[in-house]
């Protein structure tokens, strides 16, 4: 059974009153829905709150729930709608991401390779171009950020980023070109690359 039944089953057992199968759901996607509003509140304590007002808000919203989308997109929409909300009203911007969680890195397939290319030098250019990708991503419109976010990290389909970010497939591929685009021109000084060439 693919995962998108299982979670509409779980999903309508709740709404048949079945507290259990929310419980499940919750246990399913707690850890990245956490670790998607964690790249948004970056206070640990603060995310965790985030997160489960967002667990909340979606409990309260599941009646209304008709299946058109994914659950996980659906959620992950009222999860980013939540940072945003408590952002506004904590009057804080959204954070950037940071290094690779080393959950991320783990499973990083070229990670051999760049064990052997660690010389000095080599470690002092990644840190270079980390702090100018990260810098680069606070410059960023909140909607670009978001995008490339959903794509990069969490690793949506242009689908289902639009589905969470409410908008048309054509605006999420804009949004993310644009993104990389701007990422891409701050990095080409270090890299010395020219405008023709992205890396």
């Known amino acids: 059974m693919a995962d998108r039944e299982v979670d509409q ?3 309508e057992r709740v709404q048949r009153g079945d507290k259990n199968a929310f419980n499940l759901l919750v246990a399913k996607y707690q850890r990245r829905l956490g670790r998607l509003i964690s790249r948004f509140v970056r ?6 709150d985030v997160t489960q007002d967002a ?10 729930f008709r299946g058109e989308s994914a659950f996980y997109t659906w959620l992950y929409r009222i999860g980013i709608n939540t940072a945003k909300n ?3 009203t ?37 840190k270079q171009v980390v702090n100018v990708v990260q810098e680069s991503l606070q410059q960023l419109p909140e ?8 794509r990069e990290i969490e690793g949506l389909s242009y689908e289902e980023i639009a589905e969470v970010m409410n908008c048309p497939i054509g605006t999420v ?7 990389r685009e701007a990422i891409a021109e701050n990095l080409r000084p270090l890299l010395e690359t020219s405008k023709g060439n992205r890396w």
Do not use: C, W
Not at 43 to 48: F, N, P, Q, R
Not at 55 to 62: Q, V
Not at 173 to 179: D, L, M, T
């Open 90 to 126: 904590t009057k804080r911007r959204p954070s950037t991401i940071s290094d690779f969680d080393a959950e991320e890195s783990e499973n990083f397939e070229e990670a051999s390779l760049l064990r052997e290319v660690s010389t000095p030098e080599n470690e002092l250019m990644s």
């Open 9 to 11: 089953q779980l999903v």
């Open 143 to 150: 909607d670009l950020r978001s995008a490339l976010t959903l």
């Open 86 to 88: 408590h952002l506004l």
């Open 55 to 64: 667990f909340i808000k979606a409990y309260r919203a599941l009646p209304g």
């Open 43 to 48: 206070d640990e304590a603060e995310a965790e």
């Open 173 to 179: 591929r804009s949004r993310i070109f644009r993104a």
